[in-house]
């Protein structure tokens, strides 16, 4: 949900004429909402790998495809495309559409993944201090993907997440 704003921003951006000033302002500063994403992303990778190892790699992933992003996005605004920039913030446009997309089809994925482990654990019963034997989410048969991370901020239930009957809601 954080990405549409900044999507929108960037078309505000892009295709407002010139002379709508104050129109291209408010799309600037609804592109930071982009950035607000990122420590849901964190909270996505803590919920949703187990393991010590298998969340610091991807934490660092995460974060070194973070700054990759902020290195080459400068890249994209070229003195020749001044002083519109448009190619740019197309680019902005571009990558948050399918930043939304994979975060969807991942959202599907995870569904997926909880519902058929829901169908071959029944009857696993719990083992006493599971949680602290690091098992990896392959290895733990209890372990349920997260599939939204803003659910209990929005007064869900944190047993809500770990259940194999959520429904597809965007």
């Not at 393991?51 to 700054?67: D, E, I, P, Q, R």
């Not at 372990?143 to 239930?157: A, E, K, N, Q």
């Amino acid at each position: 949900m954080l990405l549409l704003p900044g999507m929108l921003g960037a078309i505000l951006m892009a295709y407002l004429p010139a002379h709508a000033k104050a129109g291209k302002l408010i799309g600037n500063y609804m592109t930071n909402c982009i950035g607000a994403s990122l420590p849901l992303l964190y909270s996505w990778v803590a919920a949703n790998y187990a393991g010590h190892t298998k969340k610091v790699v991807m934490n660092a992933v995460l974060l070194m495809s973070f700054c990759l992003g902020n290195i080459i996005g400068p890249e994209t605004f070229r003195k020749g495309d001044a002083p519109e920039y448009l190619p740019a913030k197309i680019t902005i446009v571009v990558t948050t559409a399918v930043a939304i997309c994979l975060t969807i089809v991942l959202r599907i994925i995870y569904q997926m993944e909880n519902r058929r482990r829901g169908r071959r654990g029944v009857g696993v019963e719990h083992k006493v201090n599971q949680e602290f034997l690091d098992l990896t989410d392959r290895e733990n048969g209890e372990f349920r993907v997260s599939v939204d991370p803003l659910w209990s901020w929005l007064g869900g239930d944190l047993a809500d997440l770990n259940s194999i009957d959520i429904e597809l809601r965007f």
